[in-house]
């Protein structure tokens, strides 16, 4: 069991910044796909940003350019830098952790999410 706790969120004018940090209770960014998603109310989750196998980053095209990922693996915290905010950017933003490996019998296929952090951009 992986537990991730999420910190950092607030509110924050439009053009400002924000750095959110996720907290996971062991080392375990080389074995688990580290992931940032965010939701709006009454829309889906949207994946933000992903670091994958500990040093892969992949960001979604709406960020590119303003948000960074990045880990410290001494203190199993990942974050996620937020820059030029907009108020589009308004939302609850998830930690994630993904584990799966369809070469084992059975497959294991594995989710941890954190409780999330509310992030609002405003004048």
């Known amino acids: 069991q992986v537990q991730l706790v999420e910190s950092g969120g607030g509110l924050v004018q439009p053009g400002g910044s924000l750095r959110l940090s996720c907290t996971a209770s062991a080392n375990i960014f080389r074995i688990y796909t580290m992931n940032w998603y965010r939701q709006i109310p009454g829309d889906q989750r949207e994946l933000v940003a992903s670091l994958i196998g500990g040093s892969m980053i992949n960001y979604a095209d709406f960020v590119q350019g303003r948000f960074t990922i990045s880990r410290d693996n001494s203190k199993n915290i990942f974050y996620l830098q937020m820059n030029d905010l907009t108020p589009e950017d308004t939302a609850v933003y998830y930690c994630?952790?993904?584990?799966?490996?369809?070469?084992?019998?059975?497959?294991?296929?594995?989710?941890?999410w954190g409780q999330g952090t509310q992030v609002t951009v405003s004048s």
């Open positions: 994630n952790a993904h584990h799966s490996n369809n070469h084992v019998t059975p497959p294991v296929n594995l989710d941890f």
